[in-house]
């Protein structure tokens, strides 16, 4: 299994401004995911992201709203930008494998809130 | 339209008692199909996973069935506690990648 940590757990943010979502894991993995949970929806993924490459992004969702760095094999960051009250979601992060690739693991997430 | 579709939307059931949640999925070519609990708040936990020759799988009180021939799914909880309250998603995964197919989820609450 992968423990799986999200910074910060909550946030209330104001319009216009930037939050970045810090995910950390701990074990070595390939591949990392970001989603988005809109309230009472189900997960939506963001992107893909790889370590030493740019990350995949899936139809929606462009790099210059969600700009993403995957720095090592342990760890991402997730930058929702010039936020508005429609971005107001739980953003997770998740891992495949880890020993186990059958199974893909989730962060705790991260409830945004946008004034 | 949504390739894994969930049943019923929502539930209350009353302490000690079972349920059964339905998963029904188009997504092909199938891979595995699995159950996550989602507490209030927190991020899926996985509960079971499921391959195409596998009918059924327990994990403690949560017991999973899978008919990959109609392509459906049932969770059932045995003897329901109050920490049973959550949604329950089934999540389907193509052979081809990696990408998972989410069902909306169902939320089950659980009352003394």
């Known amino acids: 299994s992968a423990v799986i940590s999200q910074k910060p757990s909550r946030d209330i943010c104001q319009r216009g401004t930037s939050l970045t979502i810090q995910c950390q894991v701990d074990s070595q993995v390939t591949m990392m995911f970001w989603y988005r949970q809109q309230p009472g929806q189900s997960l939506t993924l963001i992107a893909t992201?790889?370590?030493?490459?740019?990350?995949?992004?899936e139809s929606g969702f462009v790099i210059d709203k969600f700009p993403i760095s995957r720095p090592n094999l342990t760890f991402s960051t997730l930058t929702v930008s010039n936020m508005s009250p429609e971005d107001s979601s739980i953003y997770l992060c998740?891992?495949?494998?880890?020993?186990?690739?059958?199974?893909?693991?989730f962060g705790p997430g991260t409830r945004l809130t946008v004034l | 339209k949504n390739q894994v579709e969930q049943s019923p939307q929502s539930l209350i059931i009353l302490e000690g008692k079972n349920c059964t949640l339905q998963c029904n999925y188009t997504v092909s070519p199938f891979s595995n199909l699995r159950w996550y609990k989602q507490d209030t708040g927190r991020g899926p936990v996985s509960l079971t996973i499921m391959t195409f020759s596998e009918n059924t799988k327990s994990n403690g009180r949560y017991t999973a069935t899978l008919d990959a021939d109609t392509k459906q799914s049932s969770l059932h909880i045995t003897a329901s506690q109050l920490s049973d309250s959550a949604s329950y998603i089934c999540?389907?995964?193509?052979?081809?990648?990696?990408?998972?197919?989410f069902g909306a989820g169902t939320t089950v609450t659980v009352r003394a």
């Open positions: 999540v389907v995964s193509r052979s081809n990648d990696y990408k998972l197919s």
């Open positions: 992201a790889n370590q030493g490459s740019e990350a995949t992004y």
């Open positions: 998740s891992v495949e494998g880890a020993g186990d690739t059958d199974t893909q693991y």
